[in-house]
């Protein structure tokens, strides 16, 4: 594998770990307003029944927020190092390197030519 290609593979990931932790952080949210609303249910439900097939909602909601917090949890040391101001010159950096980097390689990759820089000249003439 080409160095520009394991570079491009590591901002890959930074940027996927990034949408992970904000789709996960947004779910998160919407389990918290969700257990607000089950347990206003449960407040003002009326039969056993009902409390019973909310409690067993609230339940499912709180082992779903429980996953969602998790996989926050295991992304938050990351996004933190990220946003960092001198952190964030570092990624900006490794993305100017990809480029030169490719650059270097296109360079090296290419069919090679040379051109004779005294045609047809013998003994410096």
């Not at 590591?10 to 932790?21: P, S």
């Not at 009902?50 to 409690?55: D, F, H, Q, V, W």
């Not at 996004?79 to 100017?96: H, Y």
């Amino acid at each position: 594998m080409l160095p520009s290609e394991e570079i491009k593979r590591f901002l890959d990931n930074l940027d996927q770990w990034k949408e992970e932790y904000k789709q996960a952080y947004e779910l998160m949210k919407v389990e918290d307003k969700r257990l607000q609303d089950l347990l206003h249910a449960i407040e003002f439900s009326e039969g056993k029944s009902e409390r019973n097939r909310l409690a067993t909602k609230l339940r499912n909601s709180r082992r779903l927020r429980r996953q969602y917090k998790d996989k926050v949890l295991l992304y938050e040391n990351i996004i933190t190092f990220l946003e960092d101001g001198q952190n964030k010159r570092v990624v900006n950096l490794l993305s100017q390197l990809l480029g030169k980097q490719r650059k270097q390689e296109k360079t090296l990759t290419a069919e090679r030519i040379y051109i004779p820089r005294v045609e047809g000249k013998e003994g410096g003439e």
